[in-house]
């Protein structure tokens, strides 16, 4: 058994993972670690770390193991690249083949919210994303579940949606707006089959794994299960599910609570949060040569203390960003990445959100005392966000720096976290935020909000653009009752539509991100190319159309938000809504 997380968190901090104190990431000496991972990823066979550790053996690990064992035996332990490729082409299948097309029965056409797009290029556009869920549907073959060990993919009984290109299994913060897209596509069995997917997770692991392979088991992925769950009872009102998983939904919490935890000291308070943190050792096995060579630039004692922390990074969505290298040495190098080290906006805005919904949840099953104790443990982490987080000067939330105690001050979407999750009391808080907004020149951005203003080269950075992160600030907005605040989300929805649409019409492809530099462009930057697909993309588009589809318009004009402007725009619409249709 491995040590416990809290124990291995603990060798972190004294630093002895440097002593080869931290387990690998799974158990397989395949797929996680080993000299075979390792020779075959520092041959760099493939312009992809991730394509090996997706291809499926052709017999029982013990075999292939003993194979490349003497193979190497012959070669000195150094096999050539040539040998290398011969032997995985005997021994492993092409990726992708555990997984097979899947088409969603409850695929239907014209849905409803497609009937509230005024424009027709949107409509018709709105139609074609619909269309994109069958391309996106997998399911899982039988011998992944008879063979479960010749296979990196992790075994789900039923089948999902994918993000799209390299990522072919599914993944977890990503498949909460797949669900809400699905849900307006009217395909509520898709979701629940999803969801059971994700409780079996937690069943077997304790937790949702990052996504369905097992090198990404020792690490997870913003927690939403609780709110997916909430926005499929809400569609559904299968009240039945929820009570058989309310349980499972309480074990998943209780990872974050037993393993991610961190003591916040202030104003002679103490404050109990959340942080990322992943104490498990070695290179991330998709990634392995860019984490060796990466280490090899660090001495021999700080590479396992690195690699924690890339895991980390993983684990936080934001693999990776400007966000969790400042403080550290060279704040523009990714070996200076300390993501656990930060105490993060949005992971606590999600949990404050799901400790919520938990007080909800078994209110409505009548379970009072549970009810209670969730009820309490929001309230004590609305007071830990507005004591840690907040800023009164600056009007937002920020990232608390543990180590060098203070709050990191850079914009990030993710710092408009706590709007979206509802995890605010002052009802002035909107007001703050968009005035927060207005000087940090973010509203001057017309093709969508950047994930950052600092260009390190990084995917989750300047120029990049991401749909989530989107959804964060608009429907964070457009639920105050502030007419202002709303006239401002649907700006910056009709920023994002625009720029999505016109990359569209000129690519029929939808991206994982956007650069928002020199008009709309597919993003870049990071470990991979840019990938197309794409599920929280299609959902997040999916989403904007229905809630604005009577205003939002494909011409050309993108609007520029110019903080005086801002005033004049709300007039304006108030007058349009005046005029007579």
Same mark, same amino acid.
């Given at each position: 058994?491995?040590?416990?997380?809290?124990?291995?968190?603990?060798?972190?901090?004294?630093?002895?993972?440097?002593?080869?104190?931290?387990?690998?990431?799974?158990?397989?000496?395949?797929?996680?670690?080993?000299?075979?991972?390792?020779?075959?990823?520092?041959?760099?066979?493939?312009?992809?770390?991730?394509? $090996?550790?997706?291809?499926?053996?052709?017999?029982?690990?013990?075999?292939?193991?003993?194979?490349?064992?003497?193979?190497?035996?012959?070669?000195?332990?150094?096999?050539?690249?040539?040998?290398?490729?011969?032997?995985?082409?005997?021994?492993?299948?092409?990726?992708?083949?555990?997984?097979? /097309?899947?088409?969603?029965?409850?695929?239907?056409?014209?849905?409803?919210?497609?009937?509230?797009?005024?424009?027709?290029?949107?409509?018709?556009?709105?139609?074609?994303?619909?269309?994109?869920?069958?391309?996106?549907?997998?399911?899982?073959?039988?011998?992944?579940?008879?063979?479960?060990?010749?296979?990196?993919?992790?075994?789900?009984?039923?089948?999902?949606?994918?993000?799209?290109?390299?990522?072919?299994?599914?993944? @977890?913060?990503?498949? @909460?707006?797949?669900?809400?897209?699905?849900?307006?596509?009217?395909?509520?069995?898709?979701?629940?089959?999803?969801?059971?997917?994700?409780?079996?997770?937690?069943?077997?692991?304790?937790?949702?794994?990052?996504?369905?392979?097992?090198? @990404?088991?020792?690490?997870?992925?913003?927690?939403?299960?609780?709110?997916?769950?909430?926005?499929?009872?809400?569609?559904?009102?299968?009240?039945?599910?929820?009570?058989?998983?309310?349980?499972?939904?309480?074990?998943?919490?209780?990872?974050?609570?037993?393993?991610?935890?961190?003591?916040?000291?202030?104003?002679?308070?103490?404050?109990?949060?959340?942080?990322?943190?992943? /104490?498990?050792?070695?290179?991330?096995?998709?990634?392995?040569?860019?984490?060796?060579?990466?280490?090899?630039?660090?001495?021999?004692?700080?590479?396992?203390?690195?690699?924690?922390?890339?895991?980390?990074?993983?684990?936080?969505?934001?693999? $990776?960003?400007?966000?969790?290298?400042?403080?550290?040495?060279?704040?523009?190098?990714?070996?200076?990445?300390?993501?656990?080290?930060?105490?993060?906006?949005?992971?606590?805005? $999600?949990?404050?959100?799901?400790?919520?919904?938990?007080?909800?949840?078994?209110? *409505?099953?009548?379970?009072?005392?549970?009810?209670?104790?969730?009820?309490?443990?929001?309230?004590?982490?609305?007071?830990?966000?507005?004591?840690?987080?907040?800023?009164?000067?600056?009007?937002?939330?920020?990232?608390?720096?543990?180590?060098?105690?203070?709050?990191?001050?850079?914009?990030? /979407?993710?710092?408009?976290?706590?709007?979206?999750?509802?995890?605010?009391?002052?009802?002035?808080?909107?007001?703050?935020?968009?005035?927060?907004?207005?000087?940090?020149?973010?509203?001057?951005?017309?093709?969508?909000?950047?994930?950052?203003?600092?260009?390190?080269?990084?995917?989750?950075? $300047?120029?990049?653009?991401?749909?989530?992160?989107?959804?964060?600030?608009?429907?964070?907005?457009?639920?105050?009752?502030?007419?202002?605040?709303?006239?401002?989300?649907?700006?910056?929805?009709?920023?994002?539509?625009?720029?999505?649409?016109?990359?569209?019409?000129?690519? *029929?492809?939808?991206?994982?991100?956007?650069?928002?530099?020199?008009?709309?462009?597919?993003?870049?930057?990071?470990? @991979?190319?840019?990938?197309?697909?794409?599920?929280?993309?299609?959902?997040?588009?999916?989403?904007?159309?229905?809630?604005?589809?009577?205003?939002?318009?494909?011409?050309?004009?993108?609007?520029?938000?110019?903080?005086?402007?801002?005033?004049?725009?709300?007039?304006?619409?108030?007058?349009?809504?005046?005029?007579?249709?």
């Amino acid at each position: 058994m491995h040590r416990k997380s809290w124990e291995l968190g603990l060798l972190l901090l004294l630093g002895l993972g440097s002593q080869g104190a931290l387990p690998p990431p799974c158990d397989s000496q395949i797929y996680c670690h080993g000299e075979l991972l390792h020779q075959v990823q520092m041959a760099k066979l493939y312009q992809d770390d991730k394509q $090996f550790v997706d291809m499926p053996l052709n017999s029982a690990p013990d075999q292939v193991l003993q194979h490349f064992r003497e193979l190497a035996a012959t070669h000195n332990q150094s096999i050539p690249p040539e040998q290398l490729r011969a032997f995985i082409q005997e021994h492993f299948q092409a990726g992708e083949q555990e997984l097979q /097309p899947w088409t969603p029965e409850d695929w239907k056409d014209s849905p409803q919210f497609l009937q509230k797009i005024s424009d027709p290029k949107l409509r018709a556009w709105g139609g074609q994303l619909h269309e994109l869920w069958k391309r996106l549907g997998k399911k899982v073959k039988p011998e992944v579940l008879s063979h479960p060990e010749q296979f990196s993919l992790i075994y789900a009984a039923h089948p999902f949606i994918v993000p799209g290109g390299r990522f072919t299994e599914f993944y @977890y913060w990503d498949s @909460y707006w797949v669900m809400e897209g699905l849900l307006l596509s009217e395909m509520p069995r898709t979701v629940k089959g999803m969801l059971q997917n994700f409780l079996e997770l937690v069943r077997i692991y304790g937790h949702v794994p990052n996504g369905a392979r097992v090198y @990404y088991l020792q690490r997870s992925q913003p927690p939403l299960l609780t709110l997916m769950m909430d926005r499929y009872v809400s569609h559904t009102n299968d009240t039945a599910f929820l009570r058989d998983s309310i349980g499972t939904l309480a074990l998943e919490l209780d990872f974050w609570t037993q393993n991610r935890t961190v003591s916040v000291s202030s104003g002679g308070k103490s404050y109990v949060l959340n942080h990322y943190a992943v /104490p498990y050792g070695g290179p991330r096995p998709e990634s392995y040569s860019k984490d060796a060579e990466l280490a090899n630039t660090l001495p021999e004692g700080d590479r396992e203390t690195l690699w924690a922390e890339l895991k980390a990074g993983a684990e936080s969505g934001w693999d $990776f960003s400007s966000r969790w290298l400042v403080g550290g040495p060279n704040p523009k190098l990714l070996s200076s990445t300390r993501t656990s080290k930060f105490v993060p906006v949005d992971l606590n805005a $999600f949990l404050c959100q799901a400790e919520e919904l938990m007080s909800n949840f078994y209110s *409505s099953l009548g379970n009072s005392v549970q009810a209670t104790k969730y009820r309490n443990l929001w309230q004590q982490r609305l007071t830990a966000m507005k004591a840690i987080l907040w800023d009164e000067e600056k009007g937002a939330w920020f990232d608390y720096d543990l180590e060098n105690r203070k709050k990191n001050l850079e914009f990030y /979407p993710s710092n408009l976290t706590p709007l979206w999750s509802g995890c605010f009391s002052d009802p002035n808080v909107v007001d703050k935020v968009l005035k927060y907004l207005e000087d940090s020149q973010i509203l001057t951005y017309q093709y969508g909000i950047p994930t950052s203003l600092q260009n390190t080269g990084q995917q989750w950075d $300047f120029p990049n653009a991401w749909a989530p992160l989107q959804d964060l600030v608009i429907r964070g907005l457009a639920k105050s009752p502030s007419p202002r605040a709303q006239e401002v989300a649907f700006q910056l929805a009709q920023n994002w539509v625009r720029t999505n649409f016109e990359v569209y019409s000129r690519d *029929s492809a939808m991206y994982e991100k956007y650069d928002i530099s020199n008009g709309g462009q597919p993003g870049g930057g990071g470990e @991979y190319e840019v990938q197309e697909g794409f599920g929280w993309t299609n959902g997040v588009v999916l989403m904007l159309l229905e809630r604005y589809g009577d205003r939002l318009s494909s011409g050309s004009q993108t609007v520029f938000l110019q903080p005086h402007c801002l005033t004049a725009a709300l007039l304006l619409s108030l007058l349009l809504g005046l005029l007579p249709q």
